[in-house]
């Protein structure tokens, strides 16, 4: 009887033994079959993560506030504007401190607030600021008007634009529509 109990364990631990040494063998095969077919799995792999972070960073620069503007909270807009009050006042009628004051700006004339010395980069550019815009030059002033006189890297993720932008539309007695 006793005999028998430790037979039967005995083959127990031989089976999970061979399950174990079996699971491995396979890992290893797919291991290998992956490392075979995607060099990109090898020494250089940290590069390779490195640079596609990058470009992934840059997609999100690269990618429009536009289509999150429906869902978008102009509450997390007007905390985001901290960024911006060193700079801006939003009050009808507010005063222009190092930017000029930007109540209702959506779809105002570029270089349009009154008493402002705007850099000729902006004068120049012409039209009204279109949610489109507004969008591209927060995303990073700097490469929508070389030449601005707005020192701010820029607001790189698309749904803080969208934030900002539905805050800026609700500084206005009559908001515009969105797109
Ligand atoms: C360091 C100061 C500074 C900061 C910070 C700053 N701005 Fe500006 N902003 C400016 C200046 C200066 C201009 C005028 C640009 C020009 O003339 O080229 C400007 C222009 C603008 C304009 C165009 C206004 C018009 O009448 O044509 C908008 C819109 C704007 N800023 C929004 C923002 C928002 C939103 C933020 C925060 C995310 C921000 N700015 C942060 C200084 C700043």
Redesign the pocket.
Known sequence: MHFEWYHKLSLGILAALWLAYASNYLGDALVHAKTMDKPAYTAEAPEEGEAKAEAKTETAAAEDGLTLLASADAGKGAK??G??K???TTEKGGKNK???N?WD?VG?A????AG?K??G??TDMGGD?SYAD?DA??AKPKAF?PG?????AG?KKPAQRAA?LVY?RSLSDSPKALP
């Open positions: 985001l504007f960024k911006c060193a700079c801006h190092v930017g000029p930007l700006v105002r570029k270089a349009g607030g402002f705007y850099s980069a902006l600021w507004l030059f927060l008007l601005t006189k707005m020192a701010f607001l900002m800026l």
